[in-house]
């Protein structure tokens, strides 16, 4: 079992959402990636969500290493702009948006992914480095990988041998 | 620019933080996915949460057709089971691991992704339909889809066609 002294040590989604778990923080960052926005006045227009919330958001996003605040001509003010931390979110912000597509966009798919000049389509993939592609509800376990304290890893490997002794090979 | 009422209207990362976007949601439904919890009590050891949130978060997800609440033989009690819209979240949850390992995992990786007897490992790939495999850093815009209402769709592709006047062909 995965317990709640796991949660705060070595669960890559906990650490995830430590930086970004907050809904106005993703939208941010979806603007910064997707819609160009670089300026506390774009992110405030856009969103419009209250300027001592989304100073307190880019605040933190700034000292999470996401963003830098940058100092443009004297005239222009300052821009948040995306580090390579912040730039990597892509995969996982095009994921959720992929569910929503799915689940919950009854007037059609709202957003397409592109890239390049040619506005190749792009989308993410679950896949097996030896089955190739899989389908998004394929059966996945999590195993405890070498950032597992050993006393964790013990009660997961042993959830993974009952769940395998339950079950027939089917193929 | 993508103002307040495209948010609430036609945005799919909007539209799943509001199923999804409270950070016990996520850790709910990881540990549902991954860790095979069903039971209240399973949420709640593991969590190390609230009794009170924990059930307001179940009820929420049940409310949004992501989970189901199961009555087992009459000692057991009831169990949550994800619906197949729930379990189709597999892909969004492994993304936001992958940031997490690439970026807040100092100690190794904690979890490894696993499918089948075999084991083998399954990760999350951007996917060029034309180029194949990119670089989760790649540079993806979103364009457009059915879904957005023309008056918002003009604004968003003004801003494309000055992204490429700007830049001259590099290939």
């Known amino acids: 079992m995965l ?4 949660e705060s040590q070595v ?25 160009e926005s670089t300026r506390f006045a774009d992110f405030h227009r856009s969103l419009g969500i209250a300027t001592n919330v ?4 880019l605040e933190h996003l700034v000292e999470a290493g996401v963003m830098e605040r940058v100092m443009k001509n004297s ?11 912040g730039r990597d979110l892509t995969p996982a912000l095009i994921a959720l948006t992929e569910w929503g597509d799915r689940w919950a966009a009854p007037n059609g798919v709202p957003i397409l992914y592109r890239h390049g000049r040619e506005e190749h389509p792009v989308r993410m993939q679950l896949v ?8 998004a509800s394929a059966d996945v376990e999590a ?8 006393n964790m890893a013990a009660g997961v490997l042993e959830r993974h041998r009952l769940r395998h002794a ?3 090979i089917t193929r």
Chains 1, 2 share one sequence.
């Open 3 to 6: 317990g709640s002294t796991y």
């Open 11 to 35: 669960c890559s989604i906990s650490r995830t959402l430590e930086v970004f778990g907050e809904r106005w923080t993703f939208l941010i960052l979806r603007n910064a990636l997707f819609a």
């Open 54 to 57: 989304l100073a307190s958001r």
């Open 75 to 85: 005239g222009e003010g300052e821009k948040y702009r995306l580090t390579a931390r």
């Open 128 to 135: 097996c480095d030896i089955c190739g592609p899989l389908d």
């Open 143 to 150: 195993l405890p990988g070498p950032g597992m304290p050993q």
């Open 166 to 168: 339950a079950q027939p």
